[in-house]
């Protein structure tokens, strides 16, 4: 992996629950718990019918350097856009992970 290829700063994102201090109800938050260099490549879209609505859906490949505190139940954001975890390909030699993730609405 050329250091060059990683050229978007990405923050990681997990989901925590706090208590509301004025309700005292469980709310659950988007904290950041990271930040990587990392390569964005859109590799399959798609439209299709859904609600009588005509809806968008692209994946991405995000490659970044091995990390093994991360889980598909955390999300990136890069410039305000949110990436939904779909699944992570680590390699064998655990350098680095290939992220497949989709545009979260």
């Known amino acids: 992996m050329r250091t060059g290829e990683l050229r978007y700063r990405v923050e990681i994102q997990a989901l925590t ?10 709310i ?7 930040e990587e260099w990392a390569s964005i490549e ?6 299709f019918l859904a609600a009588s609505a005509t809806q968008a859906e692209t994946t991405f490949r995000v490659v970044m350097r091995h990390r093994p505190d991360l889980d598909a139940t955390m999300r990136l954001e ?6 939904q975890i779909k699944a992570i390909l680590p390699d064998k030699r655990r350098r680095r992970l290939v992220l497949m993730c989709e545009v979260m609405a």
């Open 78 to 83: 890069y410039e305000g856009e949110r990436y």
């Open 17 to 26: 629950t706090v208590q509301d201090p004025e309700t005292g109800g469980m």
């Open 42 to 47: 859109g590799i399959h879209g798609r439209e």
């Open 28 to 34: 659950e938050d988007w904290a950041a718990v990271g």
